[in-house]
């Protein structure tokens, strides 16, 4: 049975910074596909940022490039998004999300995962 838990939300003044982990237990995430969405109530879940299988690719929405940056820790089974210089506007529950898988790509869109966290809130306000 996979499981999917995120940690490290939490509460963080606007130009602040979070570290989002992502864990897996009877899953080896190394090989495959992660994303990180984000969603607030009435609105879609939307694509953050994703890694592909072996870290060949990674990709960020418009909006976090150069503030967020995903990574993988293969001898913890644990994915990070960190995140820096956060806005207001960033404020959301963050899900990770597993592709069962293998691909040299990622997706960005929720059907493309299988596999998902409880989700973790993260606000940023003053």
């Known amino acids: 049975q996979v499981q999917v838990v995120e940690s490290g939300g939490g509460v963080v003044q606007p130009g602040g910074s979070l570290r989002l982990s992502c864990a897996a237990s009877?899953?080896?995430?190394?090989?495959?596909?992660i994303g990180w969405f984000r969603q607030v109530p009435g609105k879609e879940r939307e694509g953050v940022s994703c890694?592909?299988?072996?870290?060949?690719?990674?990709d960020y929405r418009d909006s976090v490039k150069g503030r967020f940056t995903i990574s993988r820790d293969n001898a913890k089974n644990t994915v990070y998004l960190q995140m820096n210089s956060l806005k207001p506007e960033d404020t959301a529950v963050y899900y990770c999300?597993?592709?069962?898988?293998?691909?040299?790509?990622?997706?960005?869109?929720?059907?493309?995962?299988?596999?998902w966290g409880q989700g973790t809130q993260v606000t940023v306000s003053s």
């Open positions: 999300a597993i592709d069962r898988g293998y691909g040299s790509s990622c997706g960005t869109m929720p059907y493309d995962y299988h596999y």
């Open positions: 009877g899953f080896t995430l190394e090989t495959h596909p």
């Open positions: 890694i592909s299988s072996r870290d060949v690719k990674t």
